[in-house]
């Protein structure tokens, strides 16, 4: 898979999200990331290695605090994408609105 | 997982999908017409200004074919899709392939529900071919604006 269909995926998840947003005000440990969530500590550790697998995070060395960090190169690429896209369409629907107006007159 | 900047609200309901959903003050046998009749096609779906459609054809019944080109006004950069419809429901949804250069076949579903006069257009496809996205990326890139974790964060809420 490509790169961004490798974000996409590992931000498909909502407690993926989630641990993100988190990691946006800063590093946190796995315990201090999974108190939110109502699930096991495996469950989180399991979302971790997709986002870390997706570039998303990185994660310390030290074998029991290991801190999570955000890593936010993938998300820019996203970023960008959305938001080319949203413009490319948004351009061409406001085209549309005028021509409906146009073609609502002419119906008359 | 939706935004509803500029009118135009993009959604990811999975991984391999993104929609995008706008309402236009007009009843659905008029966004059909201006959907699915190229005189009036090719005058809005033209991308950023100063793109013309030089290649419009439709043949809209489940199996007809579709084409679309796009080209600058001096006939430079042109390029073009086609597919083949696989559901046709007047004024109400259109299924069609999607074919952009030697990828595969894209899916795309348009619906339209009219309400009170007005109508809300859905549109949901698979992500885009994997060239057409590296163009849309080279482009935004070149705008290179650095990002903070505060845009992230406005991502993040795009996206939840």
């Not at chain 1, 974000?7 to 005000?25: G, N, Q, S, Y």
Request: net charge negative.
């Amino acid at each position: 898979m490509d790169q961004l269909s490798v974000t996409f995926a590992a931000l498909a998840d909502p407690t993926r999200r989630a641990i993100l947003a988190r990691l946006t005000e800063g590093p946190a440990t796995v315990k201090e990331l999974s108190e939110p969530f109502d699930i096991s500590g495996p469950a989180i550790s399991k979302h971790l290695r997709v986002l870390e697998k997706a570039g998303l995070i990185t994660r310390g060395r030290e074998a029991q605090w290991r801190p999570c960090r955000l890593d936010a190169t993938p998300l820019e690429e996203v970023a960008v994408w959305a938001e080319n896209y949203r413009r490319f369409w948004d351009a061409n629907y406001a085209r549309l609105d005028a021509l409906l107006t146009e073609m609502k007159e002419n119906d008359r | 997982m939706s935004t509803t900047k500029f009118g135009t609200e993009v959604t990811l309901p999975s991984d391999t999908e993104i929609a995008m959903t706008r309402t236009f003050d007009a009843p659905a046998a008029l966004v059909w017409k201006a959907y699915t009749e190229p005189e009036f096609l090719r005058r809005w779906l033209l991308g950023p200004d100063g793109w013309e459609m030089p290649i419009c054809e439709i043949d809209l019944r489940v199996g007809g074919q579709w084409r679309y080109g796009w080209a600058l006004p001096d006939g430079s950069q042109a390029f073009e899709m086609h597919g083949e419809y696989t559901e046709v429901v007047p004024h109400s949804r259109i299924a069609n392939t999607e074919v952009f250069e030697d990828n595969p076949p894209a899916q795309t579903v348009v619906e339209f529900v009219e309400e009170g006069g007005r109508t809300t257009m859905t549109t949901t496809m698979r992500l885009v071919s994997q060239e057409a996205r590296d163009a849309v990326l080279a482009t935004g890139m070149a705008d290179g604006a650095g990002r903070s974790y505060e845009r992230l964060g406005e991502v993040l809420a795009t996206l939840s």
